[in-house]
């Protein structure tokens, strides 16, 4: 099947900083895709959908200035939480589906990033 | 807005036992149904899905689920249970066509024993 990578699996961060995970789509081209957070015991929150040339779309109550995505060619997207603290500590995971006529709606979901914010 | 609920929070069963998570759905269109597992310290991982067609679906370690429309659920089943389905399972929902939003459920945490 369809692989979607992340980059980094794990990264710890001092309060203040900021910090980018990579969603890849290692095999296949993905006009969208998408980014959850998961608290440890709890289900997947979507975040935001994002759309290859164009503006991310956030779920309500997410801080689009505090998450900003990034989605600039096919096979890439970017999340990078901006002056994090200890509160944004979680697992960043994305997802993707197939573009184009291979299109079946099925999404393909990355590895997951920890983030652990000091 | 969609929503998926679960009704089992934590399922602890010995092996060989049969198993059925249940989950419901809300939204009066067309949708398209997963299931999705989590074993512990990997990531999630297909192990069904609903697009149309037959309701009955089957999908990877013999795992089932069936849609019911007329009672938004989508249940899923499996005759025997192993100590290696030990794992966390998601149910989710999305509206039927192109890169619809994927809503989760909450989650079923699942502990087999020996």
Known sequence: GAVVSQHPSRVICKSGTSVKIECRSLDFQATTMFWYRQFPKQSLMLMATSNEGSKA?????????????NHASLTLSTLTVTSAHPEDSSFYI?????????NTGELFFGEGSRLTVL | AQSVSQHNHHVILSEAASLELGCNYSYGGTVNLFWYVQY????????????????????????????????????????SVQWSDTAEYFCAVKRSG???????????????HP
């Open chain 1, 57 to 69: 779309t956030y779920e309500q109550g997410v801080e689009k200035d505090k998450f900003l995505i």
């Open chain 2, 40 to 79: 512990p310290g990997q990531h999630l991982q297909l192990l069904l899905k609903y697009f149309s067609g037959d309701p009955l679906v089957k999908g990877i370690k013999g795992f089932e689920a069936e849609f019911i429309k007329s009672k938004f659920s989508f249940n899923l089943r499996k005759p």
């Open chain 1, 94 to 102: 994305c997802s993707a589906g197939l573009a184009g006529v291979a």
């Open chain 2, 98 to 112: 192109g890169y619809n939003k994927l809503i989760f459920g909450a989650g079923t945490r699942l502990a087999v």
